[in-house]
């Protein structure tokens, strides 16, 4: 078996495993503040994407058209429209509420909700493997390949944002993609023609992606200045309007516009509305060093703080050192290799020799620019580590790169190579670890020189958000739920009313638990947070100051179960 | 790069991660075993009543009061400060204070560390402190003593209180991201409301705090609240109080034996402004206590 057979099938058994182990273990992960909207909005695009499947007619039918995409149209459609259509293909039979109809599949094999997190699922087993592939090729072999692949999708945090149905995870896995693509479209018309579509694809997605044109053609650009600084002749007509760039000036927001129909009717004036709904986005609460954070300007340490928190030192550091060698790498490049007509450079092949990309300066600047762009003062307050988790990826591979350097180096030999083995396994643990003792809390999950989630409690940071902890409550609520009657007012806290009927439809949710106010109710949720303790104020005036369980990871309490006359 | 160096960066790498392994070991475990707690249960249920069991470890409060039903009183879980407290305790896990209680302290020397209790990894820290005076009146407590009007008129009830122009209550609320238990004013904007505490036993000071809740509010509105104080009819001191002060102290000293005490709280707005306009439903919530402590040793 050839060397890249073997590497398409070591990548393809990651990203299964990747895709099996999340839609198994996350079903211990509460379904988050977010994903209900997701869900509710997945399922009535499905049901529009059904009704045009059934009449193709209904395609032009704008007002059905727009009572489908109305719901949570500040993100675009493609992956609720996934999520829905995974749903209809794999969901075991639902129950209804609020007119929300009754869902079973045509291979009803899973949970509705674990149904709808699998197209998000699918993409980070993408990412798995692409980092497999890529760090395979900079690091020069299948073990740092692996680490690449491990350093992104076994940190928790990552972990936690894989398995759901969100826009975080995917982007990651998309822009990673692109990236991919863009450096294979610097030599290839096909890759060059096919990356707008990619490009649209990730604008689909989230509207993340709407920096990769900027970061690719800044990226670009350096390449051209460089190459011209090294006597390598001015920038050709070719090389100045490439086939990349005219395939994501025209195709990307083709794509975009296509796989959005809430877009079609008004693409200017729904569009402006998008860009208005995130460039003022409202600010969140985070809890940062003790201090509770909710105006600008916010500390610009806290994403790189946050980071270390997050990441195992010791990944951060094999990352750091591909950072200096890619772009050490780049500057000493002659830029000589390769001096074949082929090498000419044309309209859909720009840069076809490879002293000419500078792969250290692509992976530095999708390394460190969401986090760069999180850092400054003036950006929304973001509290999670997920806004800049498109980094993620591009530390992976800097951090591979770094190893088959510095192994080689060192010298290998056959000894050397378990050695290297050892090693890898010795780097990942510590993040294997956090990552499978947090589970299904990962978003509360720190590193180990943080001292896990006590140390980071010790620290004040920030303990969690969107009620995810909820999971191993459920059997709780519905034991202290019992002896209240037919009907028991809950509080539900940060649990949003959306996530909360989706374990209705499922049948996880306690019969007799209807949703209600603090000061009404005779049980109540409560998600800690430092700017939370308003909420835990008002249960302790209903119920009393004693919650009746707690739900820890390592001693840290994420969610209390408050309950009239509980019973332990 | 020279072999050696990437000997060197590797060797570090590796170290480092080394460091990690014995960081996880420690950090992915729970410390706290379900006996720990039922041990703690013990010793604290033993305690005198009156004796507040705060926290050096603050993260612990959900689970502790969960375990140990003394620290769910109000006098652990929302104490005013530790004035008039002779006798404390501090539950933590590896800490015997926090930096949060020098706060508390509000003027006090430093207390006596008197040992401690060990449940495990838990500490259970007993402390004393002789500089304090006792409580001899808390307005919080005494609900029902309590006369209560605004400028429209009387207020009814007798806790919580109805008057025409907003409301008065004993209420726990958040208050510099701390549970404050106080007498917490939802008034119009402009209210005034007066609370009247006849035959008061008064000793060396009256001392309270104000506050006000929620930080959403708070981020929302600045708005400034006056409060006065007189006795037997005479201005004893008169305080202005912003959200930015957190739970800020104020003090009169008083002459010992039984008196009239009367509160004015004055407020300008008690609304806040949200987006683009100002909505005024009495969110920025001013919130007082006040308490009548002897001398030390009195």
Redesign the interface.
Known sequence: MSGRRTSALIALALALVTVALLSVGHRQVGYVRDEGIYFVAGRTHARWLAEVARAPSKLADRPARDRAFAINHEHPALLKLLAGAAGRLLSQETGSNDGDPSVRGLAPVLPEGAAMRLPAQLLSGLAVALLFGAGRALGGGALAGLLAAGFYILLPRVWFHAGLHCFDAPIAAVTLAVVLAYRRALTSWRWGLALGPIVGLAISIKHNALFLPLLLGLHYLCCLGARWWRGRGRPRPGQLAPLWIASVAVLAPLTFYALWPWLWPAPIERLTEYFEFHLYHSWYNTEYLGVNYNRPPMPVSLPLVMTWATVPTALLMLAGCGLVIGLRDDARRSGGEGDAASDAPRFGAPLPRPGDRLDGLLLAIFAVFPIALISLPSVPIFGGTKHWITAYPFLALLAALAWGRLWQAVGISARGRRLQAVALVFVLTPSAWATLRGHPYNLSQYAPLVGGARGAADLGLTRGFWGHALVPALPALEELSEGTGASAPVYLHDLHELSRRQYEREGRWPTRLRPAGARKAQLGLLFHERHMLTYELELWEAIGPAPARVIELHDVPLTSVYARSARR | ???R???A??A???A??????F??A???????SDDDWAALAEVVAALPADEPVLLA?P?????A??EL?A????TS??PPDLHGVARFHVLG?GDAWHEALDGELDGLPAPTHLGETRAGPLALHHYAQAATGQVLEDMVDVGARLQVQDQRGRCSGRGPWRCKGGALAV????ID???RRCLAARLDDGGRVTVRLRDARLGAELRGHLGF????AR?RSDAPVALAITIDGALAGRFVFTDSQGWAGFRVATTPGVHDVEVELVTTVSGTWQGVRYQGRREHVPCFELRALAEAGA
């Open positions: 790069m020279t072999r160096r990437a000997i960066l590797l570090g790498i590796l480092v991660a080394a460091i990690e392994w960081a996880a420690r950090a992915y475990r729970s410390k706290i470890t993260w612990l409060g959900p689970r009061r969960m039903p620290l769910a009183s109000w879980a929302a896990l209420e726990a609320l958040e991201y701390r549970p809740s929620d930080f959403n981020l």
